[in-house]
Each structure stands twice: as C-alpha cells, then as structure tokens.
C-alpha cells in the first residue's frame, strides 16, 4: 500500500506488517508519518520545527 507522508508529502509504500497499515488501510485518510519524519520531529523541539514551516 503507498501513503503519502504528511509532512515532507513523500509517497511511502508499507507493507502489512508496518504498525500503521491496519490503520491507514480502514482510513485511508488518516495522518501518516515516514520515519524520516518521525525521528526528525522527535529529535527536535515542536517550536523549532513549526518555525521551519
Ligand atoms: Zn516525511
């Protein structure tokens, strides 16, 4: 299945075994981060990185 990554907007294909497939797949809608994106949002503040929006 390809997601689209919510943040940086990059097609993501996931497999069934990602620990977001059963979600995404019922809602095809809903958020999805890469994991680029995850360790980058972890890494830094939230006030930094809303600055870089
Ligand atoms: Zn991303």
């Given at each position: 299945m390809e997601?689209?990554?919510?943040?940086?907007g990059e097609k993501v294909s996931?497999?069934?075994i990602h620990q977001d497939y059963a979600k995404l797949a019922?809602?095809?809608?809903g958020?999805?981060?890469c994991d680029s994106c995850?360790?980058?949002v972890k890494g830094e503040t939230v006030s930094r990185?809303?600055?870089q929006i």
């Open positions: 997601v689209k990554c919510c943040i940086c996931i497999s069934k019922k809602n095809p809608n958020t999805f981060v995850q360790k980058r990185w809303k600055k």
